[in-house]
C-alpha cells in the first residue's frame, strides 16, 4: 500500500465552482500534512500546510481528519489561474516526506 | 532573493553514460532533500542532507545513485551507468532547518532523458 493516495483526476470545473480534493495516508503516526502545488512543467511550491484544527487562506481550505487518515483541500471560487496538479505531501517521520500522485484541476472559463 | 536552482536544466545522456546534477540551495539552508519525479507522479524521495551529513539515503534507487554536499552548501547528484529507466525530473529542495512543518523550496529541477 502507498503511504500516500490520491485520485488523480482529472477535475474539470468551471469558473467560479467549488472543488474539493481528498488524500490518503496509510502512516497512523504521521506528523505533518501539506498541499503543494505543481503547474506544468514546473517545481512544486507550498500551497498550505495542514494543521489539526482546520486552516484557512482565502480561497481555500484544508482540513485534516487524524482518525480516518485522510487531508482534504476546498477551493471556493474557482479561478482560471487554479489550474494545476494539486500535490498532497505527508511526512510520518523525520524527514521523509511522501508526495501523492497529484490531482489535476483545470478551470474552464 | 535568489531561490534554488539547478543545472542542468536539460540534460540527455546515453545508455550507460555517467551525468551529475548539481544544486544550489537558499543560502543558509540546513535542510537539502533530492527527489526524483517520473512523468505523471509525484516526486519520490531520494535522499536527504542535513548541512554536509547524508542522513538518509533510503531512496536512492540503486548503488548507481550517489550524492554528496561536502561542504554543506552545493550538493550533486551523480548517476553512474544511467539506465532508460533513469529517465525523469530530479528535483532538489532545501529548508531552512529540519522541522516537521517547515516548508521545502524547490529547484527547476533537471530533466534527464537517457536514450
Known amino acids: 500500500r502507498k503511504e500516500v493516495e490520491q485520485d488523480p483526476g482529472p477535475f474539470n470545473v468551471p469558473e467560479g465552482a467549488t472543488v474539493a480534493f481528498n488524500c490518503t495516508y496509510s502512516?497512523?503516526?504521521?506528523?505533518?500534512f501539506f498541499w503543494y502545488r505543481q503547474d506544468c512543467r514546473k517545481e512544486p511550491k507550498l500551497l498550505m500546510s495542514v494543521y489539526s484544527s482546520g486552516n484557512e487562506d482565502g480561497r481555500f481550505t484544508a482540513q485534516l481528519n487524524r482518525a480516518s487518515q485522510y487531508i482534504s483541500l476546498l477551493i471556493r471560487d474557482s479561478k482560471l489561474s487554479d489550474s494545476a496538479t494539486y500535490l498532497c505531501?505527508?511526512?510520518?517521520?523525520?524527514?521523509?516526506?511522501?508526495f501523492g500522485t497529484g490531482t489535476s484541476l483545470t478551470v474552464i472559463p | 532573493g535568489a531561490g534554488v536552482s539547478q543545472s542542468p536544466r536539460y540534460k540527455v545522456a546515453k545508455r550507460g553514460q555517467d551525468v551529475a546534477l548539481r544544486c544550489d540551495p537558499i543560502?543558509?539552508?540546513?535542510?537539502l532533500f533530492w527527489y526524483q519525479q517520473a512523468l505523471g507522479q509525484g516526486p519520490e524521495f531520494l535522499t536527504y542532507f542535513q548541512n554536509e551529513a547524508q542522513l538518509d539515503k533510503s531512496g536512492l534507487p540503486s548503488d548507481r545513485f550517489f550524492a554528496e554536499r561536502p561542504e554543506g552548501s552545493v550538493s550533486t547528484l551523480k548517476i553512474q551507468r544511467t539506465q532508460q529507466e533513469d529517465s525523469a525530473v530530479y528535483l532538489c529542495a532545501s529548508s531552512f532547518e529540519l522541522a516537521f512543518e517547515e516548508t521545502q523550496y524547490f529547484g527547476p529541477g533537471t530533466r534527464l532523458l537517457v536514450l
Open positions: 543560502s543558509g539552508h540546513v535542510s
Open positions: 502512516n497512523s503516526a504521521s506528523q505533518s
Open positions: 505531501v505527508v511526512n510520518p517521520w523525520g524527514n521523509q516526506f511522501y
